[in-house]
Each structure stands twice: as C-alpha cells, then as structure tokens.
C-alpha cells in the first residue's frame, strides 16, 4: 500500500514554472502548483486556460518545454507515459476510455494488462472492487451498456489496479446528470480516503470543489489563485468571477446537491 | 470477498480438457466407421479446413483483422511442398512431405513477418482490401513464375506411395495433427493474456495501446502464425492431390470458404470456426455427390452467408452460449452470472 500521509510535509507534487504547448503555441505559460499527499486537487477555469494542458505535462503525454515536474523528489519532466505509470501516476482522460465490447470484469484485468502477477491484479481487483461495488454486481455486462457514471465508476476502479499514488482526472463529470456526478465525486473522495492523492480537472467547478481539499484557478495558462477549496468556494470575488455570478446569492454547492 | 473466478481460472479446466479427448476420440474413431473412399476425402477437406479455419480466426476473428488474402499462403505452402517433392527420390516411404510441413510453415511465417507489418499499418477494414490484393500478386506470381510453378500448365508432385485401400488416411490424420495444432493455440490464446490483448485490438486499437498493449508486435505475430498454419494445410493439399495449378491453389473460394466457417461457427472462439467447417465443407460435398459436380455451392455460399449475416450476425456458438448464460442468470435471478466461457464477443464489424 502507498503510505496514507496527510501530514503537511508530504509534497508528492510540484511544478514549477511549467511551460509547455502545441506546436509554436505556449498552453501553459509558467504554472506553479503543489498537491501534498493524500490530498484532492480541484483546477478550475475557463475553456482554453491550460487545465488539461497541466495533466498532460505531468503523465507525460506532452513534455514540458520549459521548467520542473517534481514527483516525489525527482523531476520528470519529459519523461514518459509508460515510465511514469510505473512510478504511479495513472492518467484517466476526459473520453471514455473503457473498451465497450469487453466485460467489466475483463476491463478491470486489461487495466492491469502491465502487471506480471496475475496474483497481485488479483489483490488490487478486489480491493478496487471493495471501494466500488459495481465492478462485482455488473462483472460480466459489457462496458459499452453501462450508463455513463457507471462507466466512469468502473474507469476510477481501473486506476487502483496500478496502485497509484497520483490519479489525474479529467473532466470525470462531463456527460453525467447529476445523481451519477455525485456518484462520481462521492467515489473520488473514497479514492482519498483511501490514500490516493488527486488532481482533478473540472468545469463543474462547484462540485468540484466541494468534492477536493485545495484548489487553483487556472486562467490564460497562469495559477491566478490557489488556496483551501472551501475558501475558495466561499470567496464572493472567486464566485463571481469563475463560479458564475448569479450562484452569489444562493446558497454553497453542496446543500444544493443534498437537496 | 473473493472474486477470482476468471482471474484465477486453470489453465487447463476439466471441461476443456473433456472437450479436447472427444474431439481427438471422434477424429479417430469417425473414419473407421465408413469405409468408402469419398467420406474419407470429404472428411479429410473438413479436417483441413477446419484447421485453416481455426487458423484464420485468430486473426480474422480474435484481432478483429479480416484477411482475405490467407488463400495467397495457402497457395504458397502448396508450390514449395510441390517444388520440394517433385521428384520421387526424396520420397522413400511417403511420409517425409508431411515431416517437412512445420519448415513450410516456418518459412510462410517468416514470409508473412514484413507483409504483414506493412497491411497492418491500416486499419481493419482496409486490410481486407490489401490482403486481397496479396492473393491476386500471388496468383499471378503463379501463373508467370514458370521455372518454380510451371505456369498454366501446373506442377506435379510424386505420388504417395500409400496402399489405393488406405490412400487418403494419411493426409487426413496429417490434417487433423494440424487442426489440434491450431486448436491448441487458439486455446492457450483464450487462456491467456494474449487473448485479453488480441480482444482488445479487435475493440479499440488505440485504448489497447493506452493500456499497453503492444499491438503492432502482437497483431504481426499472430497474422504469422495464422498464415503458417494455412501454408501448411496447402502443403498437405497439395501432396494429397499430386498436381496443383495456380488457378486452385491462390484460390479466392478458399478464402471466401474459411471465413464463411468462422463467422457461421462463431468468431473469436476454438471450437466456432470447426463446427463451421463440419457444417459447410460436408454439406458442398455432398451437393456435389448428389447433384451433381456443379458450382451449386457457390450460391448456396451467398445465400449462407446472407442467412448468417441477417440470423446469426455472430455465429452459432455465440448466440448459444448467449442464450445458455442468460437463461442460467433467469433461473438464478442473478445479474452476476458466474459465466466462465471465454467466449468474448466484439462489437458487430464489417
């Protein structure tokens, strides 16, 4: 098991002005960002900002051209996919990524397809399956014809096989109607509870917030503000600026999805 | 809470292996019930077929990679073995072609190593287009390279030296050696994790890659192994009928007829593409005994595989075990099942 640490000191994380884009075009323009172990991270901001762009330079989908990603003390920057998968970073993307013909069950092995010992998949399955429940109650249901938060349940169940100690997430609410986005956020917080540390990329910014411990406002490929997430979704200038200016007046997020 | 079902399953299960000893029991004892030389030669072509079958559905049904173009190899293996064995000096006892069937089997892999790295770089629907065009290269390639074909005219091979009363048994206990060969693979491939790897391939190229999955190396060696095995049974072809020509042996009916096998049968699985086989290949003998030595078949092959592709889009076994596993979760009430069947069926293609 990774260690369940949630002292301050833990930095797993930390970019330090990360510049990094597509073709002659810079995405992000020197983001700084620390996630500590064992915490949720929410990025918030508009369409365009980066969010994604973050995500990519820290699994290495896309190598940063300028500046550090520090993962537990070691700058991998421009590392790879692969090579960071095994150091523990597992990347879910915004598109479904499960195989709609394959069971559920058999999805969960393909998530483990890396892993030598079926003995360990074996191990991880069922503590993933421990944490959700759907994994076993739909085993043999192809993939393709689960709803779309039963999918993303099973997506998250995946990333446990790697035993991962950063899960990126992005956009894991897109597409779903409101009771499976508080399936989905519930699940990411038993993902903490369990030791995992998240960063989240989210346009339900309010959810999103409510569901992590940090957050930071991305905006034009810059951190604009980072702070406690219940403090940022309390601040009435990061309300009305990033979380849509009618919301001001009512009541914080998560009554309204307790109602 | 164990949940190891699948996970865990033997590699050998009692089922399997109880499936396996009948299917060897009946190649044996089957022959020896009938006497006349035409079942031997009608079960011979099911055997061989069969083989080519199972052959062509670890690529064409497990990867999702519809060759059209496993008749080229056939054709292939068939003229080496005829260019090998064409005198009668190498051919003591008659047994040797059949010793030298894995090196034909080798060489049409390794033949098949960088075709198929450059066809696979499309995906599969294209490669049925460009695997098709490889049987017609090869087909004029055995029309035109006279010194090793001998053109139009054919190739002959010496004749097997076997007792007229026992003539076909050797070629039929070759190709059912062949069939179990080629069974035996697509087993351990649903066994394994070359299976969870080829399925998915077949369901999504690019999240198997996500996965890692290393598609490219994995589909290339089984197209190999698939066109080996099919080499092979054009070796045995073409030494059970002594003289070959180009026009039978780059042959796109033969294509037309494994992949007809496989999707009646089922794809994706080991025993789909041989119940095909036992279904098709005695049914166009015996049209051809009955009624004639007609191309009737031809159109019952259409009008075959419309009724599949409207009945049966995935193939007998599928749609058996299908129901057979919805029917025990009925009884069960159970959403679960506790299905072990390898049996994983892709979406709908082409």
């Known amino acids: 098991m990774n260690n369940i640490n949630h002292s301050n000191s833990g930095v797993l994380l930390k970019l330090t002005d990360v510049v990094a884009g597509y073709g002659s075009g810079m995405v992000l323009k020197g983001v700084n960002l620390e996630l500590k172990k064992g915490d949720v991270m929410c990025l918030i901001g ?11 330079t820290v699994s290495g989908l896309l190598p940063p051209k300028e500046g550090a ?18 150091r523990g970073i597992v990347h879910v993307p915004q598109e479904r990524s499960l195989f709609p013909g394959m069971t559920v069950w058999d999805n969960l092995l393909m998530g483990g397809y890396l892993i030598r010992s079926r003995k360990v998949i074996q191990d991880r399955i069922d503590e993933a399956a421990h944490l959700f429940p759907i994994v076993t109650e739909r085993r043999n249901t192809h993939a393709g014809s689960l709803s779309g938060g039963e999918q993303k349940q099973v997506e998250l169940a995946r990333t446990l096989i ?42 339900n910014a309010r959810s999103g917030l409510a569901a992590a411990d940090q957050g930071a406002i991305l905006e034009t490929g810059l951190v604009r503000i980072t702070g406690v997430a219940a403090t940022l979704l309390e601040d009435p200038e990061v309300a009305r600026l990033y979380l849509g200016a009618s919301t001001m007046t009512r009541p914080p997020a998560k009554t309204q999805q307790e109602n | 809470m164990k949940l190891s ?15 396996g000893g009948v299917l060897i029991a009946v190649l044996i004892v089957m022959p020896q019930l009938f006497p006349q030389h035409w079942i031997w030669n009608m079960m011979f072509f099911t055997v061989l077929y069969a083989a080519m079958s199972v052959a062509w559905n670890l690529i064409g049904g497990f990867a999702g990679y519809p060759s059209l173009g496993h008749a080229a190899f056939f054709g292939i293996g068939a003229y080496a073995t005829a260019s090998i064995f064409k005198s009668s000096e190498i051919l003591t006892n008659g047994w040797q072609p059949f010793f030298m069937l894995p090196l034909v089997g080798l060489g049409c892999a390794i033949l098949a190593l960088p075709i198929g790295y450059i066809a696979m770089r499309v995906r599969a629907n294209i490669f049925a287009i460009v695997t ?31 007792h007229l009363d026992i003539f076909e048994q ?27 790897a080829l399925t998915s391939i077949r369901a999504d190229e690019d999240k198997a890659r996500g996965v890692g999955v290393r598609t490219t190396g994995i589909k290339v060696i089984t197209f190999a192994v698939s066109v080996g095995i099919t080499g092979m049974a054009g070796g045995i072809w ?43 290949m005695p049914a166009q003998q015996l049209l051809a005994y009955y009624v004639g030595g007609s191309q009737i078949y031809l159109i019952a092959y259409a009008a075959i595989f419309l009724l599949i592709m409207l009945l049966l889009p995935r193939g007998i076994l599928p749609t058996f075990l299908n129901k057979r596993r919805m029917d025990s979760m009925a009884t ?10 390898p049996v994983t069926t892709g979406g709908s293609k082409s």
Do not use: C
């Open chain 1, 46 to 56: 508009p369409n365009g900002a980066g969010k994604s762009t973050v995500l990519k």
């Open chain 1, 69 to 86: 990603v520090v993962f537990e003390g070691q700058n991998i920057a421009g590392h790879t996919p692969k090579e960071n998968l095994r």
């Open chain 1, 162 to 203: 790697f035993d991962p100690k950063l899960i990126l997430l992005d956009e894991p609410s897109i597409g779903l109607d409101p009771k499976s986005r508080r399936l989905v956020f519930e699940a990411i917080r038993g993902l903490a509870t369990a030791g995992r540390t998240i960063l989240l990329v989210e346009q």
């Open chain 2, 5 to 19: 079902k699948k996970g865990a399953s033997p590699f050998f299960t009692r089922s399997g292996l109880m499936r």
């Open chain 2, 132 to 162: 098709i065009t490889l049987l017609f290269v090869a087909q004029t390639l055995g029309y035109n390279l006279k010194s090793i074909t001998g053109g139009a005219q054919g190739a002959g091979l010496s004749v097997a030296p076997f």
């Open chain 2, 170 to 196: 050797p070629f039929y206990f070759a190709a059912a050696t062949l069939l179990l060969f080629a069974m035996g693979i697509a087993y351990f491939i649903t066994k394994t994790k070359l299976g969870m």
């Open chain 2, 238 to 280: 073409a030494y059970y009928l002594g003289f070959i020509y180009p026009q039978f042996a780059f042959d796109p009916l033969i294509t037309i007829a494994i992949v007809l096998m496989t999707f009646l049968g089922g794809r994706a699985t080991v025993w789909g593409p041989v119940l095909g086989a036992a279904i098709l």
């Open chain 2, 332 to 341: 069960k009430g159970d959403l679960s099942g506790t299905s072990t069947t």
